[in-house]
T-cell receptor
Framework: GAGVSQSPSNKVTEKGKDVELRCDPI?????LYWYRQSLGQGLEFLIY????????KSGLPSDRFSAERTGGSVSTLTIQRTQQEDSAVYLC????????????FGDGTRLSIL | DQQVKQNSPSLSVQEGRISILNCDYT??????FLWYKKYPAEGPTFLIS?????DKNEDGRFTVFLNKSAKHLSLHIVPSQPGDSAVYFC??????????FGTGTSLTVIP
């Protein structure tokens, strides 16, 4: 499809396990964002990729969180040694290169840590 | 530290009436503002935006007002329709790249 695609849509895992969340942005979009929405909260910025520039990691909550973007397209958000407080919906968004452009969001991955 | 605040978690409006959703921000460097709409189990979708050089932007039934001195923006929906029932997020940016989101307002339009 033409939109932002995220997988899996749902993930349930045990505390302490590692998880990988995938995002396929819209073709041609050079900016890619990861956000987290915990229950009853707004969207919390995690990380931002823009083209080949170094990513802005200022929103990552701990060193258990990391993200990569390969070939300027697909991105993977990895959470190591998951904790129950990591349970949230993880949203990916992309936008075209120019600034002040609205982001296009995927439907998110709902992560539940048991 | 929440730089963008939506103080009303929910709002109910009768169909046909005006819905007014409010958003306040603290960072005077913000110069680009957006509203997103989110249905359950879906990602937010872009609705309307405004830059700080304007105080009003209109798109069909949706109008966004910006009051820079008060650091306040609002979204007006008129007339409200049942399909408008969703969670609305406001967002702001100072550099056009990193965006700060509010906690959302859940709008229910009653038929």
């Amino acid at each position: 499809g033409a939109g932002v695609s995220q997988s899996p849509s749902n993930k349930v895992t045990e505390k302490g396990k590692d998880v990988e969340l995938r995002c396929d942005p819209i073709s041609g979009h050079t900016a890619l964002y990861w956000y987290r929405q915990s229950l009853g909260q707004g969207l919390e910025f995690l990380i931002y990729f823009q083209g080949n520039s170094a990513p802005d990691k200022s929103g990552l909550p701990s060193d258990r969180f990391s993200a990569e973007r390969t070939g300027g397209s697909v991105s993977t958000l990895t959470i190591q040694r998951t904790q129950q407080e990591d349970s949230a919906v993880y949203l990916c968004a992309s936008s075209i290169r120019r600034s002040n452009q609205p982001q296009h969001f995927g439907d998110g991955t709902r992560l539940s840590i048991l | 530290d929440q730089q963008v605040k939506q103080n009303s978690p929910s709002l109910s409006v009768q169909e046909g009436r005006i819905s007014i959703l409010n958003c306040d921000y603290t960072n005077s460097m913000f110069d680009y503002f957006l509203w997103y709409k989110k249905y359950p189990a879906e990602g937010p979708t872009f609705l309307i935006s405004i830059s700080s050089i304007k105080d009003k932007n209109e798109d069909g039934r949706f109008t966004v007002f910006l009051n820079k001195s008060a650091k306040h923006l609002s979204l007006h929906i008129v007339p409200s329709q049942p399909g408008d029932s969703a969670v609305y997020f406001c967002a702001a940016s100072a550099d056009g790249n990193q965006f700060y989101f509010g906690t959302g307002t859940s709008l229910t339009v009653i038929p």
